[in-house]
């Protein structure tokens, strides 16, 4: 069947009044438009409603995609940064609505930076910078940002983030840790939220996939180290009889 038959109809299914996720014409148009087979590996399934997973990354449904990009609301011209950059399918979509030189996109698993790259330039839309960073730190090179997208979940907005926001600009992210809500932050502070969502957590610098101890964390490290400061010595062990 024809890919851009399949598009339409996606798009299609989540304008429709049982999803309801498709509301704007300018979602609806870059939806159209974006080949997302482009970005998943198996062409026949590109266009089904379900999430896959890709170098260790989530690769976003459709409905999924949606939701973030309905109230992330992007206009013509405005300047954007995806936080977690996966595949590049929503930066994609977002290019094509505000301009690829407009789109800067980041991830911490240089595999997935590369994947990205080269999934984007396929599609059309190369001009979007992609760079591997610590999604925290944001990418203050090119900021203010009119428009942030943060694909992974936080407890609170980075402050980073919102500091790279310009003047009325708006960062849409997953809020909370096992219960998560999509939040709408604006100015600094929360002024929306828009339902329960589930989302990885937003890595740090040796977490990512392409990492040896990928599960190790800060805290654990900091406790690791104070257990090894506080623990004795062989000298101290009482139950060594040194005199004997």
């Known amino acids: 069947m024809d890919l851009a038959v399949l598009r339409d109809d996606m798009v299609d299914s989540l304008e429709h009044e049982s999803k309801g996720l ?11 438009e974006v080949p997302r087979e482009t970005f998943v590996e198996d062409e026949q399934a590109a266009y089904a409603d379900r999430g896959f997973e890709r170098l260790g990354t989530r690769v976003l449904a459709p409905s999924t ?9 992007p ?4 300047s954007v940064l995806v936080v977690g950059a996966g595949v590049g399918y929503t930066a994609a979509v977002i290019a094509e609505i505000v301009g690829e030189r407009n789109v ?22 190369g001009g979007v910078l992609v760079d591997r960073r610590n999604g925290a730190d944001g990418l203050p090179e090119y900021a203010p940002y009119d428009r942030i997208l943060l694909e992974a979940a936080a407890v609170n907005p980075p402050r980073a983030l919102v500091e790279q926001l310009a003047d009325g600009g708006r960062l849409v992210f997953p809020q909370g840790a096992s219960q998560q809500t999509l939040t709408i932050v604006e100015d600094g502070d929360v002024v929306e939220e828009l339902g329960s969502v589930a989302f990885q ?10 990492t040896i101890e990928r599960n190790r964390t800060r805290r654990e490290d900091q406790e690791f180290a104070r257990r090894q400061a506080s623990s004795r010595t062989g000298w101290e062990q009482e139950w060594i009889d040194w005199d004997g």
């Open 201 to 210: 957590p937003m890595l740090v610098e040796g977490e990512q996939a392409d």
């Open 75 to 78: 206009e013509p011209d405005e």
């Open 22 to 32: 498709v509301r704007s014409d300018a979602i609806s148009v870059a939806m159209r």
């Open 104 to 125: 800067q996109a980041i991830d911490i698993n240089r595999q997935v930076v590369l994947d990205a790259r080269h999934n984007l330039e396929r599609a059309g839309y």
């Open 65 to 73: 995609a949606a939701r973030l990009l309905e109230p992330l609301a």
